[in-house]
């Protein structure tokens, strides 16, 4: 899990980019993934055959937070939250294939428009 620093009398929080200790001012959105999501890496072969719908997670950054990174629309979500929601749901061996795939606590994916609605 990654560290989060909640602003006092605010909905924004503090929360790392790339590393450890250097934080980006965000606003965090619960959301719910709706549409498959594909790794755009043709290294990693996972198929998820839907196993990611209805899977609720808390995106950390969008465009106003990340706008170099993250398209209009879109949000950026750190995989370990996405593979503790898989746990929480009972899909391990999916939280544990992509954990084998993690490079840092600090991974990213980012879920286009479609592909996920607000809660």
Request: net charge negative; aromatic share 8%.
């Amino acid at each position: 899990m990654v560290v989060v620093i909640y602003l006092p009398r605010s909905d924004a929080v503090m929360a790392p980019l790339f590393e450890e200790f250097r934080y980006i001012k965000t606003r965090p959105q619960n959301i719910e993934i709706t549409g498959d999501y594909k790794f755009c890496d043709p290294d990693i072969e996972l198929d998820f055959d839907n196993v990611l719908v209805g899977v609720q997670v808390r995106a950390i950054f969008n465009h106003r937070s990340l706008g170099l990174i993250v398209d209009p629309g879109n949000v950026a979500v750190y995989l370990g939250d996405i593979i503790e929601a898989l746990g929480r749901v009972g899909q391990t061996e999916t939280a544990a294939r992509l954990k084998s795939i993690q490079a840092s606590s600090l991974s990213l994916v980012i879920l286009d428009e479609n592909n996920y609605k607000v809660l």
